[in-house]
């Protein structure tokens, strides 16, 4: 409810313009409000505001009507009484007169006008008090588009009622956009145009009889120049205004004896805006105002077309891969638009090709062609002749069926006849010549002309195929005339080919692009039979498989392929899908499996690999042929130890990871595929026995790793179930029992050797990839022995093994047992086996049972804690331990289990120079310990990521990194050897380097000192220079962030100190450069800070002036620049 | 400093391509790559014309890539630079500019030796000769003007 009062004081706010904006907003947002909820009626209000709309102060008026208007703009959803609307409009249109309320009129009247209920005399009052009191160019810009929108909302919405106003309003119109400047009215102003031109289209009309003067109102923008990028004038930009300028030239005929003239003019011009925008408007023209009135003007709209073509065309004709599918030459705005204006033109009026096959130039340009033999003998004049005839021609063709049958029927003979294709063609009788003549009159040009024309009526059938369902194409003449040279042209293509010569490698391409060309039509109407599409396959096909080396043609023989091979697939030409498969996709994969032709098989299965890459079908092909191919060649090798067999497997497996697996997600049916491969390798690899002779067969495991795990990491849950199954069938039909019968004891562990045959450890290798790749879902069968297994052959150094343990233990659901039905070993047995593998010795641990931390077991009393600290077992076997326990803390560590804690305190304990037992730990022992803070806190690529579906607890580093570093960092302090202190650096440093910045920066006044220190301790020889690298990388993103500089700054001598040191560290080129960088990011420290040291630092940057690498002198120059001019 | 243009409208001739070097070095970390023309010509193309502090000496050709000489080993460098007119009167500053700017760029066991290329400038002898006085030189270079233009 809104009280007297204060609606006199909401009105006060509005009208006083020395009240803030807001204020006036708000007050104005209330009325409206009132007014919205019937608390306040539209009557009250207007007698409450009689005063302010009627009283001779020209602001308060002006504010007052202004008020009433915006209260009714703000109504638009709550409908009125007609009366009251009637009366209101009145109102308004009586202050249209009044020029100082004039804003508050017409928004009023803007508003009134959008509502439904307007009578037809109210819209007629409006217009006419609009046309007679209104200036509209006298006002300024807001009203000024105020008055736009007006007329547009008259003209759009009200078109009956002010129709009768005839010559009046467009005179009006005129009146008032002339000479208008604003980007926003202008867009208006050009919809004008076009709403006045749809409202009198009669050629009796005032637009008919004004098109004149209403077309010179709008002449004078174009071309639009407009250079405002952006920011202000509501983000309109030249393509806008650009756009609705054309819209309004195209929108009626009557414009056409004014517009067609202009345009032409503005295409001679040099800009090049003005020719792209003449182009554009010279195609929306003539579809708009139609055949009759276009016609005339077809001669000298030809000469400026041609003229276009000639300016815009390079003469550069482009002989790589890339253009084996487009024209070859470089295009830019204007021809594209000129290319569209043609194609329009001649699909509009068939006629319009008259004048391009009667072009004098179009005739000559034959004699050219026959002139010269080699595209690059010929003058630049010749050269642009001929692609620009063809460029024409070729869109000329595409435009229609009819256009396509006029220019084959014109130049396909005399081409046919220069290329020595035809003798006489005056019989209608076509008599291809023989072999010898063609091979020696391979002219260029009439190639290209050629190659384009095929080209184009190939895009031809497309279009015509997408609009009508049944395939015409075949009766028409351009059809058959291709039809009646395709075995010859064949011949022609294919003996360019096949040129040997050293200096016609645009021959070959020229035969490749027209083969493409040819192997492109399209279904039942193309004019290829299909034994002359199968021999181009053939052809292609036969010029990949013999060849020896890579050379351009190979490449270019496949990139037809893979063309036609898409192609193919993308408009489902059942016909051609078959010829394809069994010529070039079988032929290329039985190739591949029986590994018997010349290629070289890298070549041979990238071949394969690319051509099958276009279809489903043919992947699944391909997927056979290298599943069989893979097992013949196992089973070559396992049978005559034939290196060649072992090494195509490799690049088979290579092939398939690199080539096919990322593509999984866009080929249908693929997964099933690979998994049917993967277990078709295990297949194999069950059925073959020992290796018949010792080979380093480190390629062929490492690829087959790969694969497997990258095929099950795509696989689904059921199939990698299947694979499971599959491996543990191997698996505990070979080396599973070995392995089981080595019981956990210290006796047995320390005589463990590596001593797994090549057969075991291709298997241990792949189980392990199966189980770091399977989803946490997946079941594994026999879990318990698989751990036994995987704990025995990581201390027996087998690393795979270790990641597979950690990535079991990251896994396997907690919850004791029964929980989840996929595995029958939860984490708490998984961890019993680890860490409690109970042997004679400590039969008391066992029986203590958890001791009183609960569930947890203390690692550090364990059998695989005493061998990581030494207690027992060779050195080997220590690190061994020690890098097999970094892996299962990883797992643990990124499910953020507690008991990676006590693993962290194992390692720990291995950094310490002697630990609680007094026993000293051998040096490689300390450093493979702090390598495992690495392995711990870095990302793996190959196992324990999101590919392989790792569980991963978020922000599992940090709180890594907050428990750790305070661990390490008393140590440090406490360190009584050089060495552990080292070694507890380098465990510092990789807990640091690999924690995300932010963490470090939360923390710089702690850690500074400790990186500085790190920094200096890991500088003493080489050893450590890859660490030091990540460790000053740190460093510098604490200098460049303004957290960091705090502490830098209180810090500054012995970070600069550091640096200075580390710019002439000699083992890597990267430390001394970042160091460098480092101190240029230090200038933006407090200059007393560092002011001090300037010194110093140069002293340090004139040496590495005369560094041995020039990116380190390049940043000296750079630092010292900045240093020395801090002085001033 | 005259600051009437002799010059007016110097022709600008376009700059060449930066050559991106190829990154073989991170193969060997202990190979040397010793300072060659290229390297010097890098430090010297940026340095703004006395005369119009908008253009560079490449883009004004005072100084090519070719007009550098450098023997790394013998510690060596020779500029020859070539004024826009031969009757430029800027020749010392210009010669001063490089040679500061290489005096901060080059190692210091380096001798730099910058002259105007013989037929030039109709000075050529007593440009060649005040540049070779080092001292002068150096007492040149405390020129606060002379600093903002080497940047």
């Given at each position: ?10 009105l ?13 907003d708000?007050?104005l ?28 102060d020209d ?11 915006e ?12 009366a009251i ?32 209920n307007?009578?037809g ?40 009622a002010?129709?009768?106003?005839g ?11 002339d000479?208008?400047?604003d ?7 050009f919809?004008?145009?076009?709403l ?46 650009s ?9 009626t ?32 023209c003539?579809?708009k ?5 276009m ?20 003469t ?11 024209p ?30 009667d072009?004098i ?6 004699d050219?062609?026959?002139?010269h ?9 010749s ?15 595409k435009?229609?069926?009819?256009s ?8 396909f ?17 076509v ?6 003549t063609?091979?020696t ?13 095929l ?12 609009y ?7 009766q028409?003449?351009?059809c ?14 294919t003996?360019?080919?096949r040129?040997?010569?050293?200096d016609c ?48 043609v190979?490449?270019l ?36 499996s029986?590994?018997?032709?010349g ?6 299965l ?15 092909k ?6 069989e ?11 005559t ?11 088979l ?5 690199n ?21 078709s ?13 010792d080979?380093?067969?480190?390629e ?10 990258q095929?099950v990491g ?6 990698q ?35 797994l ?35 025995v ?7 795979p ?20 039905i ?7 047995e998984?961890?019993d086996?680890i860490?409690?593998?109970?042997f ?43 890098t097999?326990?970094?892996w299962?803390?990883k ?12 693993i962290?305190?194992v ?10 037992s ?9 450093k ?6 690495f392995?711990l ?5 190959v ?6 579906h ?5 922000l ?8 750790t ?13 050089p060495l ?8 510092l ?70 640096l200075?040191k ?5 083992y ?22 560092i ?14 002036l ?7 002198r390049k940043?000296?120059?750079r ?10 | 400093?005259?600051s009437v ?22 193969t ?16 010297i193309r ?9 253009l560079?000496l ?14 790394d080993e013998k510690?060596?460098?020779r500029?020859?630079?070539t ?8 020749p ?10 290489l ?17 030039s ?22 020129n ?8």
């Amino acid at each position: 409810m809104v009280e007297p009062n204060q609606l006199t004081q909401h009105l006060e706010t509005f009208v006083d313009i020395t009240r803030s904006p807001t204020q006036q907003d708000d007050s104005l947002r209330r009325i409206a409000s009132s007014l919205e909820n019937d608390t306040l009626s539209i009557n009250q209000l207007v007698r409450e505001m009689e005063m302010y709309l009627t009283t001779t102060d020209d602001v308060v008026r002006a504010r007052g009507i202004l008020l009433l208007a915006e209260i009714l703009n703000s109504l638009k959803q709550k409908p009125l009484d007609n009366a009251i609307v009637h009366s209101l409009i009145g109102f308004f249109t009586e202050k249209l007169a009044d020029w100082r309320a004039v804003r508050g009129a017409l928004v009023g009247c803007l508003a009134l006008l959008k509502r439904k209920n307007v009578a037809g005399v109210d819209v007629l009052a409006i217009a006419k008090a609009m046309i007679q009191n209104v200036q509209v160019q006298s006002f300024a810009l807001l009203e000024r588009k105020l008055c736009f929108e007006l007329l547009e909302c008259l003209l759009q919405h009200h078109s009956e009622a002010i129709i009768t106003m005839g010559n009046l309003l467009v005179y009006a119109t005129c009146e008032a956009i002339d000479g208008e400047k604003d980007p926003q009215c202008l867009m208006v102003v050009f919809h004008l145009i076009e709403l006045l031109a749809q409202l009198f289209p009669s050629p009796s009309g005032p637009v008919a009889s004004d098109a004149s003067d209403i077309f010179d109102s709008i002449a004078c923008y174009f071309p639009l120049h407009f250079t405002h990028t952006k920011g202000d004038e509501a983000s309109i930009t030249r393509e806008d205004l650009s756009r609705g300028l054309l819209r309004a030239f195209s929108s009626t005929p009557f414009f056409e004896p004014y517009a067609i003239p202009l345009l032409l003019e503005k295409l001679s011009s040099s800009l090049t805006v003005a020719k792209v925008d003449s182009l554009k408007c010279l195609k929306d023209c003539a579809m708009k105002y139609g055949v009759y009135r276009m016609k005339k003007h077809y001669g000298v709209l030809w000469s400026a077309l041609k003229d276009e073509f000639y300016s815009s065309t390079g003469t550069q004709l482009s002989f790589a891969l890339e253009s084996l599918t487009s024209p070859g030459f470089e295009m830019n705005e204007i021809h594209r638009e000129a290319v569209n204006l043609l194609q329009t033109l001649v699909n509009q009026d068939i006629s319009f090709l008259g004048f391009v096959v009667d072009d004098i130039h179009i005739n000559t340009v034959f004699d050219t062609i026959s002139r010269h033999s080699q595209y690059k003998e010929m003058p630049d004049t010749s050269k642009l002749d001929v692609l620009v005839i063809s460029q024409i021609l070729s869109v000329s063709a595409k435009a229609s069926v009819k256009s396509c049958n006029i220019i084959f029927q014109t130049v396909f003979f005399r081409l046919m006849n220069i290329l020595g294709i035809v003798e006489i063609v005056s019989t209608g009788d076509v008599f291809p010549k023989g072999n010898s003549t063609v091979s020696t009159r391979l002219y260029h040009g009439g190639l290209h002309l050629c190659i384009e024309l095929l080209r184009a009526s190939k895009d031809l059938i497309l279009d015509f195929e997408e609009y009508s369902p049944t395939p015409g194409c075949a009766q028409e003449s351009w059809c058959s005339i291709v039809k009646s040279f395709s075995f010859p042209l064949i011949q022609v293509f294919t003996s360019a080919v096949r040129c040997s010569n050293n200096d016609c490698a645009e021959d070959v391409y020229f035969g490749v692009k027209g083969l493409l060309a040819m192997g492109m039509f399209w279904g039942g109407s193309s004019p290829l039979s299909r034994s002359e599409f199968e021999k181009i396959l053939m052809t292609l096909t036969s010029i990949i498989t013999a060849k020896s080396a890579k050379t351009v043609v190979w490449e270019l023989a496949l990139r037809a392929l893979v063309c036609i091979g898409s192609f193919i697939d993308r408009y489902h030409d059942s016909d051609k899908v078959m010829s394809y498969m069994s010529i070039v996709v079988e032929n290329l994969v039985s190739l591949a499996s029986s590994s018997q032709c010349g290629l070289p098989y890298a070549m041979l299965l990238e071949a394969t690999s690319e051509v099958c890459s276009t279809g489903p079908e043919h992947v699944e092909k391909m997927v056979q042929g290298f599943e069989e191919a893979f097992c013949s060649s196992l089973s070559d090798f396992y049978v005559t130890g034939n290196f060649k067999s072992i090494d195509n497997c490799s690049q088979l497996l290579k092939c398939l990871t690199n080539k096919l697996l990322p593509r999984v997600a866009e080929i249908d049916g693929l997964e099933k595929l690979l998994v049917h491969f993967a277990i078709s390798m295990w297949n194999q690899i069950e059925s073959c026995g020992v290796f018949s002779c010792d080979f380093n067969c480190r390629e062929f495991v490492e690829a087959a790793m790969t694969s497997m795990g990258q095929v099950v990491g795509i696989a689904l849950v059921e199939s990698q179930n299947s694979i499971f199954q599959k491996a543990y069938s191997v698996i505990s039909s070979s080396i599973l029992p070995a392995m089981e019968s080595i019981p956990l004891t210290f006796a047995a562990l320390e005589g463990l050797q590596r001593d797994l045959s090549k057969r075991d450890e291709l298997i241990l290798s792949l189980f392990a990839s199966v189980m770091i790749a399977a989803s946490p879902a997946a079941s594994i069968p026999d879990a318990k022995s698989l751990i036994h297994l995987f704990l025995v052959s990581l201390l027996k150094g087998y690393i795979p093994a270790a990641q597979a343990l950690g990535s079991m233990v990251n896994k396997l659901s907690s919850g004791s047992g029964g929980t989840n039905i996929s595995s029958d070993c939860s984490l708490e047995e998984a961890c019993d086996i680890i860490f409690h593998a109970d042997f004679a010795l400590e039969k008391k641990i066992s029986s203590n049972g958890s001791g009183p931390s609960g569930k947890i077991i203390c690692a550090s009393e364990t059998t695989l804690s005493k061998i990581c600290l030494g207690l027992c077992g060779s050195v080997d076997l220590q690190t061994r331990a020690i890098t097999g326990l970094a892996w299962i803390g990883k797992g643990l560590l990124m499910r953020g289990d507690k008991r990676v804690n006590e693993i962290a305190q194992v390692l720990v304990e291995c950094l310490k120079s002697s630990n609680r037992s007094g026993h000293a730990l051998h040096p490689s022992a300390m450093k493979h310990s702090a390598d495992a803070f690495f392995i711990l806190m870095s990302d793996s690529e190959v196992c324990l990521n999101r590919k392989f579906h790792a569980v991963i607890r978020p922000l599992y580093k940090q709180w890594f990194f907050s428990s750790t570093v305070p661990i390490l960092e008393s140590l440090i302090m406490n360190s009584e050897t050089p060495l552990s202190r080292t070694m507890l650096h380098v465990a510092l440093a990789h807990v640091i380097s690999n924690v995300p910045l932010t963490v470090i920066l939360d923390n710089t006044k702690k850690l500074h000192p400790l990186i500085l220190e790190g920094l200096s301790v890991l500088s003493v020889d080489s050893s450590e220079k890859e660490t030091l690298f990540s460790l000053l990388l740190v460093l510098s993103g604490t200098l460049t962030d303004t957290k960091g500089q705090q502490s830098a700054s209180d810090n500054a001598h012995i970070i600069i100190e550091c640096l200075v040191k580390l710019t002439s560290y000699p083992y890597l080129m990267v430390v001394r450069e970042t160091a460098i960088q480092c101190l240029v990011a230090l200038l933006e420290l407090p200059h007393r800070r560092i002011y001090p040291f300037r010194r110093k630092v140069l002293q340090a940057i004139v040496k590495a002036l005369d560094d041995r690498k020039q990116r380190v002198r390049k940043e000296a120059i750079r630092c010292r620049q900045a240093w020395v001019s801090i002085t001033t | 400093m005259d600051s009437v243009l002799v010059n007016e409208n110097p022709i600008v001739y376009p700059k060449r391509k930066r050559h991106v070097r190829t990154d073989q070095s991170n193969t060997d970390e202990f190979s040397v790559e010793p300072i060659d023309q290229l390297d010097v010509f890098d430090h010297i193309r940026d340095i703004k014309d006395p005369e119009y502090p908008e253009l560079s000496l490449e883009e004004l050709n005072v100084i090519t890539e070719e007009s550098v000489e450098v023997d790394d080993e013998k510690s060596y460098v020779r500029i020859t630079f070539t004024p826009t007119l031969p009757h430029c009167h800027v020749p010392n500053v210009l010669g001063l500019c490089i040679y500061a700017k290489l005096l901060q760029s080059l190692p210091r066991r380096f001798k730099i030796d910058v002259r105007v290329a013989p037929g030039s400038h109709v000075n050529e002898d007593a440009v060649n000769k005040k540049l070779s006085d080092k001292e002068r030189m150096v007492a040149g270079l405390e020129n606060p003007y002379l600093v903002a233009l080497l940047n």
